[in-house]
């Protein structure tokens, strides 16, 4: 068990955008500058495994041959590396002093931003499904499977959705469907579920201080800020951001007029943040039944990408 532990601790080793550098630079996010630390908690303290220990993982990793909850992602992520490179790596962790073969110049796939839309809010498609422009309307038409209401015997079950992504590091990241809407996920989540509060794998690239390095999508700060209004139970009162709004007795009273609770900066993750997947869904391949007519305001440059959010939570707040 131990040792499944160590080798899954190597998934955030090499956990690069696009380009297969053999460096060890964006492994001091998760294990330290000196493998010093017990990456996301979990690992064995990378430094102090042998120079063969860490061959054996990777080589594991790009076999099939090791590994438990990570197994299929870094599979993934060590399928590019040879023999050398793989050796390299060690030997660079160990300080055996063999520098790394230098990686080939290639554009990060993370550079680009792919328009979810693109293909389902096309003008030709919504003039096609537009109903009301139509003099006659069939009953095939009107529904999303687009067969005879009458006869079942030409009608197929829709093909399961193919959720193939590549890796985390290979994947193209998704323009946001609106001003600040929550980023999908674009890489694959194989190895990465389920999410609970002991056990949160994203944070090992997404953390606001490692994610430059990663080539991920940062954290941002309103998940690191406490919005809710402080609640305390004094003298069997209910207490809200310091005014009595009902008794213990299940009684909530009433809060219409608490307007906003004062935020609260937080040095770590906010508790309710804690399950990514509640707002950030995977992406999967398929066709969509209807087209799509919903046209955003003001996503423009920097907003296909980026967030702010917090300033706009913030906006007006003394």
Known sequence: ???????????SLLATS??????TAACVGCHGQHFEKAAMGKSKIVKNMSEADIVAALKGYKAGTYGGAMKGL???????LSDADIKAIAASIKGGGASAPAAKTTKAASSKIIDINKNVANSARLNKEDLGNKKVITESTLGLRKAN????DSVVPTAAPDFNRPPPGQ???FERAYVNAPPMIPHSVEGLLPITKNNNQCLGCHMPDVAKSMGATPIPPSHFTNYRPTTVLKNGELVKEGKVVGRAKGDMGNVSDIKIAKAKKLNHLYQGRFNCTQCHAP???IDTAVGNTFQ????????KSHSNLADEMNAGVK
């Open 1 to 11: 068990m131990k040792k499944l532990m160590t080798i899954a601790a190597l998934g």
């Open 18 to 23: 696009a380009v297969y550098a053999v460096s």
């Open 74 to 80: 870094m599979k993934g992520q060590v399928a590019k």
């Open 149 to 152: 209401l009458y006869k079942e």
């Open 171 to 173: 994947a193209t990241k």
């Open 283 to 285: 992406q999967a391949k």
């Open 296 to 303: 955003p305001d003001g996503l423009t440059g920097a907003f």
